[in-house]
């Protein structure tokens, strides 16, 4: 049974001083605008799997990181992994997302993989929490034997042994799972059946939603309209709405 520590002004007052920045300054997390109702129960819902499927450019991987550090700040001392498909997207996507809406009197070091390419392997803040960055490229050794709060894993992972990996370093802490992608693999993916056809059962601990790139309101509607001209017809509902497909044959539909 979980049960609520109630803590006095003493406790309380030594807990601020400890995760307090350096700088003594009072900081809050940026506000953040929801663009959608469902944006905005991908942000809030307390299943064990959460999942945002969408377009490219929909604002996906924005979405799922900025939830990761809303985490991260309001979780003091936890251990979060954020995950994509190599070290180069990690410096290219993950990092810059993380410094965008972190700011920086959070952070108290990093510990970088790669300082000329800004590819951080470690991001410590000052209230004890860890954001810990790996690529679903790795050796298989290095998703083993950690117990983590929050799993955060950007594009669709392709080898369903990395996601069993990391939703088995959750259960010591009934932690918590928070995918982002672009269903390019379609229905052929293991991720149609196992998350998406899986998180329409009634007793599903999974948490399933689908952006477009319409939901985006930082991209032109003018821009929206003509990608519809310039994508092929089986690539529209994958890249632009977010959704699985299924291809057949070794050709597109154009072509005959």
Known sequence: HKTQMILNPAQQAEILRRYKPKNEKDVELPPFC?????VQRFMETQKKISVLAGGNRSGKSYQNIRKAVEFAVNRPGS???LLTVNYKMVGSVLAPLVFKHLPAD????IAWSNYR?????????????????KSYDSKFESLQGAAVDLVVMDEEPVDKN?????????????????????PLHGMSCWTYQDL?????KPDSDIDFFTISL??????PQEEKDRVLQLYGKDEIDRRVYGL?????GVVFSELR
């Not at 390419?117 to 960055?133: Q, V």
């Not at 990395?162 to 672009?182: P, Q, W």
């Not at 998406?196 to 329409?200: E, I, M």
Request: aromatic share 12%.
């Open 117 to 133: 390419l800004r590819i951080p392997d470690l991001i410590r803040m000052h209230n004890g929490t860890e954001l810990i960055f």
């Open 34 to 38: 929801v663009t959608s109702e469902k």
């Open 79 to 81: 251990l979060i992994w």
């Open 162 to 182: 990395v996601f069993i990996e990391c939703l088995a370093r959750t259960l010591d802490k009934g932690g918590k799972m928070s995918l982002s992608f672009t």
């Open 214 to 219: 319409f939901d985006n309101p930082h991209i």
């Open 196 to 200: 998406y056809l899986a998180s329409q």
């Open 244 to 248: 699985f497909t299924q291809l057949s």
């Open 106 to 109: 959070f952070i108290k070091e």
